[in-house]
């Protein structure tokens, strides 16, 4: 999978990403790769010992999830699930900072004169 993808799903921006993965490719959980096709692509991939750790902290989800299912409901869990589903899936409006004006004007950095 991509780092641009994963980024995607997790609706994330890539740099984040990336941040976030390093101590795990450090660690020897994962691997990050050059992509063979470009090299601006970033292959993120799964190691045996990632693959463990991720088995072995299954049952602890699992209790997690129940317990938040218990603490909830199963019904409204499965409602917050869906509700915060498409709140990320949710086109937000493109919004314009004053930062973001003042760089596109060129003015970044400038005071105004007195």
Do not use: C, Y
Request: net charge positive.
């Amino acid at each position: 999978m991509t780092m641009a993808h994963l980024a995607n799903i997790m609706t994330m921006d890539r740099a984040t990403v990336g941040h976030n993965l390093r101590p795990l490719e450090r660690d020897g959980f994962l691997e990050i790769r050059v992509g063979e096709e470009d090299r601006r692509v970033r292959q993120v991939a799964i190691t045996d010992r990632g693959q463990e750790m991720l088995f072995a902290a299954h049952p602890a989800w699992q209790k997690a999830r129940a317990g938040f299912e218990s603490a909830f409901g199963v019904r409204e869990a499965g409602h917050l699930r869906e509700l915060m589903k498409r709140v990320i899936d949710a086109p937000l409006p493109e919004v314009e900072s004053e930062q973001t004006r003042a760089t596109a004007s060129g003015r970044r950095g400038r005071r105004k004169p007195r």
